[in-house]
């Protein structure tokens, strides 16, 4: 048979294929559910805590704690919007609740650009002289920065800045030594008319620890915490999705719902993970044109996104911690002695200039903390102790993410 037979026979087999996926759109992370589960005491409390700005008052400044995939952004969304459409019926006084992620802004500039263009100011210079704008490049922070609180000022703007994952914008700010985030956080001092709030959203819990302790008691005047949802709670949140998403309620097992939900919850009860799980699973289902989801899809689904995340983090290595992971698949007894000369001996093979065995013992430690590898302390009675590492990536994965990097061609 040709190739094109065999694609014109594919094609047919898979217009002619059972479909147990209604619309695909329900399972992807951009999806708005209208319903949000087992969150209502935390909307409750961000509503509360900006309802000030409904009676023309000035909100707190609020933090938003949580692990990845707690619900933080939807009920944030939500709420602003609830407030926004509220306000767009009454139009008493101007509201403008802004909302950005750091993680899309390569530089505070662009952070700042975005928030500003949200409150309406153009990147264009306009014809008239006497209206405010905002370049997309040229400015200092500062001046960007006066631009925005002008233009509440002049607007009598009652203003909530939400930024969202926060904690990049504390390391764009570390970069550029800009104390931005103070400024922000006290930037309502400055505003006599109209008003500004910032929330604050994070994932990551350490994040405070790093900051100017000035800027944790302004940041922090309000905090709220989003904790993990259990085993259950994730059920029921697939649930409501499985009936948006599938041809039928049956389409997904119980036992495979359980064991998705059991998955997804072992870590740290992670909702984007439980549908993620869910959508790989769909998709590797009705790939074998199975008529239901099955446990072992959902098997399938978790082994599929666990080599995933293990090739992207292999493959945002340096060359030396990539050459150090081939070095403990390649030692026989994982000690880091061994480790150390394999490294070596790797090293002088590509023509690389070896780092110190003290470099590499900390290394190690790196990446036995982003989970890599994993290390055990042995003892040697009167010679004292020693680390024995193996990894936790197969070599099969490994040498298949490597292969294609000629660096490496003489290695694996
Ligand atoms: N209670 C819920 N009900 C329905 N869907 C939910 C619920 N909580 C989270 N989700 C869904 O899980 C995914 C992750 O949620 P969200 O993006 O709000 O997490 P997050 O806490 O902001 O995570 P991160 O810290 O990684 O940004 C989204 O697809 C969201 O729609
Ligand atoms: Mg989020």
Redesign the pocket.
């Known amino acids: 048979m040709s190739d094109d037979d065999h694609l014109k026979n594919l094609l047919n087999f898979i217009k002619q294929g059972k479909t147990i996926i209604k619309d695909r759109n329900v399972l992807?992370?951009?999806?708005?559910?209208t319903?949000?589960?087992?969150?209502k005491n935390e909307q409750g409390k961000i509503l509360q805590s900006l309802s000030p700005i409904l009676k023309h008052s000035r909100p707190s400044n609020l933090l938003i704690y949580?692990?990845?995939?707690?619900?933080?952004?939807?009920?944030?969304?939500k709420i602003l919007k609830l407030i926004i459409d509220d306000n767009a019926k009454e139009n008493k006084f101007p509201i403008k609740l802004v909302y950005t992620n750091s993680k899309d802004e390569m530089t505070l500039y662009g952070l700042l650009v975005s928030l500003g263009s949200q409150l309406g100011l153009k990147s264009q210079k306009p014809l008239t002289n006497n209206e405010d704008w905002l370049p997309k490049t040229g400015l200092s922070i500062s001046m960007v920065f006066n631009i925005i609180i002008k233009t509440i000022i002049k607007n009598k703007f009652n203003t909530v800045f939400v930024i969202?994952?926060i904690d990049n914008l504390a390391d764009l700010v570390s970069k550029t030594g800009k104390d931005i985030l103070y400024q922000l956080t006290r930037a309502n001092e400055r505003i006599d008319q109209g008003s500004l709030t910032l929330i604050g959203?994070?994932?990551d819990l350490t994040f405070k620890e790093r900051l100017d302790p000035r800027v944790i008691s302004s940041l922090s005047e309000e905090e709220i915490i989003?904790t993990n949802?259990n085993a259950y709670?994730l059920k029921?949140?697939l649930l409501?999705?499985i009936k948006h998403a599938f041809v039928d309620d049956n389409s997904v097992e119980e036992s495979a719902l359980n064991l998705c939900s059991a998955l997804a919850g072992r870590e740290h009860g992670?909702?984007?993970r439980?549908?993620d799980l869910l959508r790989v699973a769909s998709e590797i289902a009705e790939r074998e044109q199975s008529s239901t989801i099955k446990p072992h899809h959902i098997k399938s689904a978790y082994r599929k996104m666990e080599e995933d995340k293990e090739i992207t983090t292999l493959k945002s290595y340096s060359l030396h911690e990539k050459l150090l992971i081939l070095s403990v698949l390649k030692a026989k007894k994982f000690y880091t002695g061994e480790i150390y000369t394999i490294y070596k001996e790797f090293c002088k093979k590509i023509s690389q200039k070896e780092l110190t065995q003290r470099r590499v013992t900390q290394l190690l430690s790196e990446l036995e903390l982003s989970g890599m590898v994993s290390g055990r302390i042995i003892s040697q009675g009167i010679h004292g102790r020693t680390k024995k590492y193996t990894s936790s990536i197969s070599y099969e994965t490994v040498v298949n993410t490597l292969k294609n990097d000629t660096i490496f061609y003489d290695l694996i």
Do not use: C, M, W
């Open positions: 992807h992370f951009s999806y708005l559910p319903t949000i589960l087992h969150r949580g692990k990845p995939g707690t619900g933080k952004t939807l009920v944030v969304k969202d994952e959203i994070s994932n989003f949802y709670q029921e949140i409501d999705r992670d909702a984007r439980a549908i």
